[in-house]
């Protein structure tokens, strides 16, 4: 048999061995990716992101007293889909505390709220509360 006809020679063996090899490769692929496929084959897959964003006070107009916030910055840790994710920038993310019912006593742990846009989700903010002192006088 001359060797120009080797590559062809069991092409049906050889074809069913290549198709076998592909699905056992998807198998794999969805057990490792939870049976998301889409994301292996278009690439749409899933993507997580952590930042730093500075944290701002809202307070009424009326409430003008002193206060000392325990700081100043948050880590916020948001998810989405690739697409959404790929193009995200950090000062679409909001973080701020709400002061305009003031504080009471002198002290308060206040929750850190969070505003994020449309396709992504928040996943966690540390600290989630922060202590503000009112300043004696």
């Known amino acids: 048999m001359p060797e ?19 699905l056992i490769w998807v198998a794999i692929q969805s057990d490792i990716t939870g049976g998301r496929l889409a994301g ?43 697409r959404r994710m790929s193009g995200f920038r950090n000062d679409e993310v909001r973080a701020y505390l709400d002061l305009t019912g003031g504080i009471g006593g002198d002290a308060t742990n206040c929750p850190v709220r969070v505003d994020i846009p449309d396709g992504v989700a928040l ?6 509360t922060i202590v503000v002192t009112r300043l004696l006088r």
């Open 4 to 22: 120009s006809n080797s590559l062809f020679h069991n092409s049906s063996l050889k074809l069913f061995s290549i198709l076998s090899a592909i």
């Open 123 to 128: 996943r966690s903010v540390v600290p989630e």
């Open 40 to 82: 292996v084959f278009l690439e749409t897959g899933e993507q997580e992101s952590s930042m730093l964003v500075e944290l701002h006070v809202l307070r009424s107009s009326s409430n003008v007293e002193p206060i000392v916030v325990a700081t100043n910055l948050v880590a916020v840790r948001i998810h989405g889909e690739l």
